[in-house]
């Protein structure tokens, strides 16, 4: 199916443990971005990638890794969840349409999102 | 940081009538997206006004900027249940950062 998909869509999860969300999309977008969106917060960027083997942090980086080998792949991985990190988390591409300089990026294309909960 | 801050958090109205959101930000703009949230989903891209622009219309939808107020508003007209959702603004700051920042949201419910 074209788009954007996120697996698994929820996932329960013990203090201490390793998980990893996954993120594909098929538009061959350059950009890719992981939200967490939390009650109070709003949407907070995590980590983004401008291309594969690009990736820089955002406002939340702290007890996440990423990477993106493939440009269609953009998984987010927390190394030893927290509870702190129970959220819901979102992954978005986007193509740089603007007309400005170079690293642009206009509308965000959003994937349905992954519940987590770490107990 | 929060740079876009939607007001107010909760707009509860009758399907028919008009709703309208407001959004202030911080610094300097390259454009400003609004996006809606169904319960549940992810967020979907409803309209864009880059920062020379004043106003612009996407169906029942009526989307304002003022830079010299930082500020911009979202109508939607004649409203019907199935607008119910969060409405959310983002802004993309000039100077080459390449990231959305989003508000925290206005909760609209539109009672049938």
């Known amino acids: 199916d074209a788009g954007i998909t996120q697996s698994p869509r929820y996932k329960i999860t013990e203090t201490g443990r390793q998980v990893t969300l996954m993120c594909h999309q098929t538009?061959?977008?350059?950009?890719m971005f992981w939200y967490r969106q939390d009650l109070g917060h709003g949407l907070r960027l995590i980590y983004y990638s401008a291309a594969a083997d690009i990736t820089d942090k955002g406002e939340v980086p702290d007890g996440y890794v990423v990477s993106r080998s493939k440009t269609e792949n953009f998984p987010l991985t927390l190394e030893s969840a927290t509870r702190s990190q129970t959220s819901v988390y979102f992954c978005?591409?986007?193509?740089?349409?603007?007309?400005?300089?170079?690293?642009?990026?206009?509308?965000?294309?959003f994937g349905p999102g992954t519940r987590l909960t770490v107990l | 940081s929060q740079q876009g801050e939607e007001d107010p958090q909760a707009l509860s109205i009758q399907e028919g009538e008009n709703a309208t959101m407001n959004c202030s930000y911080k610094t300097s703009i390259n454009n400003l997206q609004w996006y809606r949230q169904n319960s549940g989903r992810g967020l979907v891209h409803l309209i864009l006004?880059?920062?020379?622009?004043r106003e612009k219309h996407s169906g029942r939808l009526r989307v304002t900027l003022d830079t010299s107020k930082k500020s911009s508003s979202l109508l939607i007209t004649a409203s019907r249940a199935a607008d119910t959702a969060s409405y959310f603004c983002?802004?993309?700051?000039?100077?080459?950062?390449?990231?959305?920042?989003f508000g925290k949201g206005t909760k609209l419910t539109v009672n049938p």
């Open positions: 978005a591409s986007s193509e740089p349409r603007g007309l400005a300089a170079w690293g642009t990026t206009d509308t965000q294309y």
């Open positions: 006004i880059r920062s020379n622009e």
């Open positions: 983002a802004t993309f700051s000039q100077g080459g950062s390449e990231k959305l920042v």
């Open positions: 538009w061959s977008h350059s950009y």
